[in-house]
């Protein structure tokens, strides 16, 4: 009877511990998923902000190639 509860003391024991260490486990994943989302929450922020530059590059583009159409406007009214 003895053998039994020191066996079923043991089983506990060895239950307790594999706990604890599943609960390690799920701490050291559930950290690694809060950086992967800091990351990605920065990568759409850079993302963002790299196609709203991209949209003013291109905005500016655009008036630059109407002031050029302008300018060669004017330069056909002069003539040498």
């Not at 609960?23 to 920065?42: D, P, T, Y």
Request: charged share 20%; net charge negative.
């Amino acid at each position: 009877m003895l053998s039994n509860i020191e066996n079923i003391s043991s089983h506990l024991q060895n239950i307790l511990t594999d706990s604890q260490s599943m609960n390690l486990s799920i701490e050291e994943v559930a950290a690694i998923s809060e950086q992967s989302a800091a990351g990605i929450q920065e990568t759409a922020a850079s993302t963002e902000q790299a196609s709203s530059s991209m949209e003013e590059v291109a905005k500016s583009s655009n008036e630059l190639a109407i002031l050029a159409e302008r300018l060669n406007e004017l330069m056909r009214q002069f003539k040498l």
